[in-house]
């Protein structure tokens, strides 16, 4: 490679790191505006059993020691991590959500770590989900954002605060940090122990079925027994993940406790690979925390450039919710009382109005930003329209003369007839059947009122809600108000209802010409005219039968006989 070419990848390298700090410190910003309470952003989420090694792995990224060590859970909070690459600096630390205090020496910042963990998490091994920010800055430091959970857990730590539920709470918690698209997902994998059954990739698997957004970290690899080695693993031979695996050799517990420095440990991880002929044939791009941060890097790059469009769509479709909501809520409160009580007009002429436009089925869109409710189903006015209209649907199908049998016509026939001739029927035949079928109506007609004044309850209850969201109690005291109202009226409405019913069955108007017109034949075929037809012990049933009559026309000609009666007789 010439000295052109090589100041070229250079200047070319240059750049690309400095637009991948511009888009990490573009989410950092947004993460600390609160943005991802509402909108997941891009992150890399570090994931793995409690022994696979992922402390190490991650100081190896920052470049520093500054992690808490002990036996047992030693993360017991989210770490999340803001790392800045600042060349000729000194390594700066700082935990922005919980003091603005900066530090430049790694015991302090190990203390710190523990001190807020203990805080919140307690001091007997106890976990929390609630996560720990710590910014970093230095010239060992790459550009990164990413977070280290806990471990996951399967005991619980004799005579600690851990549960006997700590494998559920740990996975659980590793879960709802890597479920969303948007995240990374780095599973540290032990080379040490049977890769189908890590659980960093049985998450990830559960979460990216596809492999599309995990990469794969193996540790440990000098602990494998003799003559075996991850090339298989690497290779994606096993379990294959599309942005692949990275081998890495971390300081070991025995080298943490001699004090062996990253920047060392950096120079025993390159020897270690140079040597061993079976990865000596890999790409480099497999080998090594270097080739590890490269990888971290440019994908969070990719990735935050890929979701950059929704993020911000996202945001936009929020702050205009937001702008909304808080239109919604109208201008500050007054602290004068005269202006207070124009605040409380306002708010009751819009309660009413508001009542009125959803009786009307008007659109009106302070009930459109209730998030609550169905767009689709009906409320209001189309509810109580769907009441009226399904109010004695049952009685309006019904015929009521199919029910009647001919021994109930016959049984009516003898009660009402009395001395009188065969075939003259009295009107109280007629109102003997009929009546009871229209008392049936007052039953339908008064659960009508019911179900009316439930929606009409319902729907105060939802506009005094909307309406005065920013003061409940004087929103309280108007929707009762309200109610007591409607109560007063409902029970108005059910004497109204009761005395209409009972005037309707109280006289049945029979002198409709129409309905004669329609239903009565009084063409009437002549009559036997033997004495022996005359005094005979038949029934009327029978007679009226050999008189051409069925059971249907016979209540028909009742009414119609009955109306020509009382039109002759007021004639």
Same mark, same amino acid.
């Given at each position: 490679?010439?000295?052109? $070419?090589? +100041?070229?990848?250079?200047?070319?390298?240059?750049? &690309?790191?400095?637009?991948?700090?511009?888009?990490?410190?573009?989410?950092?910003?947004?993460?600390?505006a609160?943005?991802?309470?509402?909108?997941?952003?891009?992150?890399?989420?570090?994931? !793995?059993?409690?022994?696979?090694?992922?402390?190490?792995?991650?100081?190896s990224? +920052?470049?520093?020691?500054?992690? =808490?060590? !002990?036996?047992?859970?030693v993360?017991?909070?989210?770490?999340?991590l803001?790392?800045?690459?600042?060349?000729?600096?000194?390594?700066?630390?700082?935990?922005?959500?919980?003091?603005?205090?900066?530090?430049?020496?790694?015991?302090?910042?190990k203390?710190?770590?523990?001190?807020?963990?203990?805080?919140?998490?307690?001091?007997?091994?106890g976990?929390?989900?609630? =996560?720990l920010?710590?910014?970093?800055?230095?010239?060992?430091?790459?550009?990164?954002? &990413? %977070?280290?959970?806990? !471990?996951?857990?399967?005991?619980p730590?004799?005579?600690s605060?851990?549960t006997?539920?700590?494998?559920?709470?740990?996975?659980?918690?590793?879960y709802n940090?890597?479920?969303?698209?948007?995240?990374?997902?780095?599973?540290?994998?032990?080379?040490?122990?049977?890769?189908?059954?890590?659980?960093?990739?049985?998450?990830?698997?559960?979460?990216?079925?596809?492999?599309?957004?995990?990469?794969?970290?193996?540790? *440990?690899?000098?602990?494998?027994?003799?003559?075996?080695?991850?090339?298989?693993?690497?290779?994606?031979?096993?379990?294959?993940?599309?942005?692949?695996?990275?081998?890495?050799?971390?300081?070991?517990?025995?080298?943490?406790?001699?004090? &062996?420095?990253i920047?060392?440990?950096?120079?025993?991880?390159?020897?270690?690979?140079?040597?061993?002929?079976?990865y000596?044939?890999?790409?480099?791009?497999?080998?090594?925390?270097?080739?590890?941060?490269?990888?971290?890097?440019? +994908?969070?790059?990719?990735?935050?450039?890929?979701f950059?469009?929704?993020?911000?769509?996202?945001?936009?479709?929020?702050l205009?919710?937001?702008?909304?909501?808080?239109?919604?809520?109208?201008?500050?409160?007054?602290?004068?009382?005269?202006?207070?009580?124009?605040?409380?007009?306002?708010?009751?002429?819009?309660?009413?109005?508001?009542?009125?436009?959803?009786?009307? !089925?008007k659109?009106? $869109? #302070?009930?459109?930003?209730?998030?609550?409710?169905?767009?689709?189903?009906?409320?209001?006015?189309?509810?109580?329209?769907?009441?009226?209209?399904?109010?004695?649907?049952?009685?309006?199908?019904?015929?009521?003369?199919?029910?009647?049998?001919q021994?109930?016509?016959?049984?009516a026939i003898?009660?009402?007839?009395g001395?009188?001739?065969?075939?003259?029927?009295?009107?109280?035949?007629?109102?003997?059947?009929?009546?009871?079928?229209?008392?049936?109506?007052?039953?339908?007609?008064?659960?009508?009122?019911?179900?009316?004044?439930?929606?009409l309850?319902?729907?105060?209850?939802?506009?005094?809600? #909307? %309406?005065?969201?920013?003061?409940?109690?004087?929103?309280?005291?108007?929707?009762?108000?309200? *109610?007591?109202v409607?109560?007063?009226?409902?029970?108005?409405?059910?004497?109204?209802?009761?005395? %209409? %019913?009972?005037?309707?069955?109280?006289?049945?108007?029979?002198?409709?010409?129409?309905?004669?017109?329609?239903?009565?034949?009084?063409s009437?075929?002549?009559?036997?005219?033997?004495?022996k037809?005359?005094?005979?012990?038949?029934?009327?049933?029978?007679?009226? *039968?050999?008189?051409?009559?069925?059971?249907?026309r016979?209540?028909?000609?009742?009414?119609?006989?009955?109306?020509?009666?009382?039109?002759?007789n007021?004639?």
């Open positions: 490679m010439t000295t052109q $070419e090589t +100041v070229n990848n250079t200047q070319s390298t240059t750049s &690309l790191y400095n637009n991948i700090r511009n888009v990490i410190n573009l989410i950092d910003n947004l993460s600390d609160g943005i991802n309470k509402y909108i997941a952003l891009p992150r890399i989420v570090v994931v !793995g059993t409690q022994s696979a090694g992922k402390s190490s792995v991650i100081e990224i +920052v470049g520093y020691d500054f992690l =808490p060590r !002990g036996d047992g859970v993360t017991r909070r989210p770490l999340e803001r790392l800045a690459h600042r060349p000729n600096t000194v390594l700066t630390a700082s935990f922005p959500n919980n003091s603005p205090e900066k530090f430049s020496n790694l015991a302090q910042v203390n710190k770590i523990q001190q807020y963990t203990d805080e919140i998490a307690g001091k007997n091994k976990i929390v989900s609630e =996560p920010v710590l910014n970093i800055s230095g010239p060992e430091c790459p550009d990164l954002s &990413l %977070i280290d959970l806990p !471990g996951i857990t399967r005991v730590i004799k005579n605060d851990q006997e539920e700590i494998e559920q709470l740990t996975r659980e918690m590793s940090y890597v479920k969303d698209e948007k995240t990374i997902i780095l599973a540290v994998i032990p080379a040490n122990q049977d890769i189908s059954t890590s659980d960093a990739l049985q998450l990830a698997r559960k979460v990216d079925p596809e492999g599309n957004r995990t990469i794969g970290v193996v540790t *440990k690899l000098d602990l494998m027994d003799k003559g075996t080695n991850a090339v298989s693993i690497l290779q994606g031979e096993l379990v294959p993940l599309k942005l692949g695996f990275i081998a890495v050799k971390n300081r070991s517990q025995f080298d943490n406790q001699k004090g &062996l420095s920047d060392k440990a950096l120079e025993l991880e390159k020897t270690f690979f140079s040597t061993k002929p079976e000596k044939k890999l790409s480099k791009d497999m080998l090594g925390t270097q080739a590890l941060i490269d990888k971290l890097t440019k +994908v969070l790059f990719s990735h935050i450039k890929l950059l469009p929704d993020i911000k769509a996202e945001i936009q479709t929020e205009r919710e937001a702008r909304s909501e808080l239109a919604l809520l109208g201008n500050e409160v007054p602290i004068n009382k005269k202006n207070n009580s124009h605040i409380v007009w306002t708010c009751v002429n819009d309660f009413c109005t508001l009542f009125n436009n959803l009786l009307a !089925g659109y009106d $869109e #302070r009930l459109v930003l209730d998030n609550e409710r169905d767009l689709t189903e009906l409320c209001g006015g189309s509810q109580l329209r769907q009441v009226y209209d399904d109010l004695l649907s049952e009685e309006y199908q019904d015929n009521m003369l199919f029910e009647l049998s021994e109930e016509i016959k049984k003898s009660l009402h007839q001395v009188g001739l065969p075939g003259f029927l009295s009107l109280d035949t007629f109102e003997f059947l009929i009546l009871p079928h229209l008392q049936n109506l007052r039953h339908p007609a008064l659960q009508c009122l019911e179900k009316s004044t439930n929606i309850e319902a729907l105060l209850e939802r506009v005094g809600s #909307r %309406i005065f969201q920013r003061f409940p109690n004087l929103g309280y005291k108007a929707v009762q108000i309200a *109610k007591k409607l109560n007063e009226n409902k029970n108005v409405a059910h004497d109204l209802i009761d005395s %209409i %019913i009972t005037a309707e069955t109280g006289f049945l108007y029979t002198n409709n010409n129409q309905y004669h017109e329609q239903n009565c034949d009084l009437i075929p002549p009559l036997p005219t033997t004495s037809m005359i005094n005979s012990d038949n029934s009327n049933s029978l007679f009226l *039968k050999k008189a051409g009559y069925d059971r249907s016979l209540l028909g000609s009742t009414v119609g006989f009955s109306g020509q009666l009382s039109k002759t007021s004639t």
